[in-house]
């Protein structure tokens, strides 16, 4: 994590910022060497796998939590400690690319399986447990399935299935019960059931509150724009491709994929910008030298097949445009008269954009 200095006259961050002492994590020392290219190494590879990514999630779903605590309470204050601890655990797991190791986080704090409560549990046992139930931050907040696909999923499998089933016992969907003001022993416990099933937190924490928002201003923006699909026949000439040639080509953006995916994990460790432009530069022009062996140097139909292989599936169109982006761009100008639309700012148009608003101008592009 690295250190910041802000001058600022924003209003809403002048606002909201919250005053604290600072925070000394207290830690071992790593033992000091002269730094080699060894060491590097080393130092790199001890940092892949690591847990800042969980730990800094934990994190995250403690401030979720402590959203459902009255400011000052006990509980509130000890959720901040918890929040407050988070930072050095985070700091331990980042040096301990240096060969520190760092202390672990109390699994009671997100695990749901230490705090069950057993038949066999003293009251005192239980009493404990129940607190720290109430702490325990083991789900991730709402705004996390906007950052995993999987979570999205699991939170609309859950909807689904738990609003057929309260429609189908009290008549009611799950808002209608929640909202219901006098609940009744049977409805108290489905809801309790609801909340230890569900697979997010939902508790109006800062970027819950934020998500919520963008969603309400966005909503029924979004599926239509999704349904207004990219007609790709406007890059697609009338040649034809062969089914032989279609599965070669798919081949090829499997090979170009791997080399790319490769590539990325070398980066990471050690080559300079210049020297990765380089490498992908040879994997494009491999690939180019491969295709142009496919179809004979035929641009027309090595487009026509790697736009209907790409185009209607939810994958990047990139390589499409590695092989023959200038050839894309030549045919859209020549079936366009070589002519071009742009944005103007003009304060009655009717393109609005980033708070300005334009008129678009055709333009003819003498070259390219």
């Given at each position: 994590?690295?250190?910041?200095?802000?001058?600022?006259?924003?209003?809403?961050?002048?606002?909201?910022?919250?005053?604290?002492?600072?925070?000394?994590?207290?830690?071992?020392?790593?033992?000091?060497?002269?730094?080699?290219?060894?060491?590097?190494?080393?130092?790199?590879?001890?940092?892949?796998?690591?847990?800042?990514?969980?730990?800094?999630?934990?994190?995250?779903?403690?401030?979720?939590?402590?959203?459902?605590?009255?400011?000052?309470?006990?509980?509130?204050?000890?959720?901040?400690?918890?929040?407050?601890?988070?930072?050095?655990?985070?700091?331990?797991?980042?040096?301990?690319?240096?060969?520190?190791?760092?202390?672990?986080?109390?699994?009671?704090?997100?695990?749901?399986?230490?705090?069950?409560?057993?038949?066999?549990?003293?009251?005192?046992?239980?009493?404990?447990?129940?607190?720290?139930?109430?702490?325990?931050?083991?789900?991730?907040?709402?705004?996390?399935?906007?950052?995993?696909?999987?979570?999205?999923?699991?939170?609309?499998?859950?909807?689904?299935?738990?609003?057929?089933?309260?429609?189908?016992?009290?008549?009611?969907?799950?808002?209608?019960?929640?909202?219901?003001?006098?609940?009744?022993?049977?409805?108290?416990?489905?809801?309790?059931?609801?909340?230890?099933?569900?697979?997010?937190?939902?508790?109006?924490?800062?970027?819950?509150?934020?998500?919520?928002?963008?969603?309400?201003?966005?909503?029924?923006?979004?599926?239509?724009?999704?349904?207004?699909?990219?007609?790709?026949?406007?890059?697609?000439?009338?040649?034809?491709?062969?089914?032989?040639?279609?599965?070669?080509?798919?081949?090829?953006?499997?090979?170009?994929?791997?080399?790319?995916?490769?590539?990325?994990?070398?980066?990471?460790?050690?080559?300079?910008?210049?020297?990765?432009?380089?490498?992908?530069?040879?994997?494009?022009?491999?690939?180019?030298?491969?295709?142009?062996?496919?179809?004979?140097?035929?641009?027309?139909?090595?487009?026509?097949?790697?736009?209907?292989?790409?185009?209607?599936?939810?994958?990047?169109?990139?390589?499409?445009?590695?092989?023959?982006?200038?050839?894309?761009?030549?045919?859209?100008?020549?079936?366009?008269?070589?002519?071009?639309?742009?944005?103007?700012?003009?304060?009655?148009?009717?393109?609005?954009?980033?708070?300005?608003?334009?008129?678009?101008?055709?333009?003819e592009v003498t070259k390219c």
């Open positions: 994590m690295g250190d910041a200095v802000i001058s600022t006259n924003n209003p809403v961050l002048l606002r909201t910022t919250k005053k604290l002492r600072t925070v000394i994590c207290e830690q071992n020392s790593a033992e000091k060497k002269v730094i080699t290219e060894k060491l590097l190494q080393k130092a790199n590879k001890n940092g892949f796998g690591n847990d800042v990514g969980k730990i800094t999630n934990y994190c995250t779903a403690m401030y979720d939590v402590l959203a459902k605590f009255e400011k000052d309470s006990p509980e509130y204050k000890e959720m901040q400690y918890r929040i407050t601890c988070m930072q050095g655990y985070q700091q331990e797991i980042i040096d301990s690319c240096k060969g520190i190791i760092p202390k672990k986080v109390p699994k009671e704090w997100y695990k749901s399986e230490t705090v069950r409560i057993n038949e066999d549990d003293s009251e005192k046992v239980k009493k404990e447990k129940e607190h720290l139930k109430d702490l325990l931050a083991d789900k991730k907040p709402y705004f996390f399935i906007y950052n995993y696909k999987h979570l999205a999923n699991s939170l609309r499998d859950f909807n689904k299935r738990m609003s057929k089933d309260c429609d189908e016992t009290f008549l009611l969907s799950p808002e209608e019960l929640i909202a219901k003001k006098d609940k009744t022993d049977e409805e108290k416990e489905w809801l309790k059931y609801y909340n230890m099933e569900n697979p997010i937190s939902s508790y109006p924490s800062t970027m819950n509150r934020i998500c919520w928002a963008l969603e309400k201003a966005f909503d029924g923006i979004l599926p239509a724009l999704k349904d207004n699909g990219f007609d790709k026949s406007i890059l697609l000439t009338d040649k034809k491709v062969q089914k032989s040639l279609l599965e070669q080509l798919e081949q090829l953006y499997k090979d170009y994929i791997f080399e790319i995916g490769n590539t990325k994990i070398i980066n990471y460790v050690s080559l300079s910008r210049q020297e990765k432009e380089l490498r992908r530069e040879r994997i494009i022009n491999m690939s180019k030298e491969k295709i142009n062996e496919l179809t004979l140097g035929d641009e027309e139909k090595g487009c026509n097949g790697l736009i209907q292989l790409l185009y209607d599936k939810p994958i990047s169109k990139q390589f499409c445009w590695d092989m023959y982006g200038d050839y894309i761009v030549k045919k859209l100008l020549n079936d366009n008269n070589n002519e071009i639309n742009v944005p103007i700012k003009d304060k009655n148009g009717e393109i609005e954009w980033n708070g300005e608003k334009y008129s678009l101008e055709k333009m």
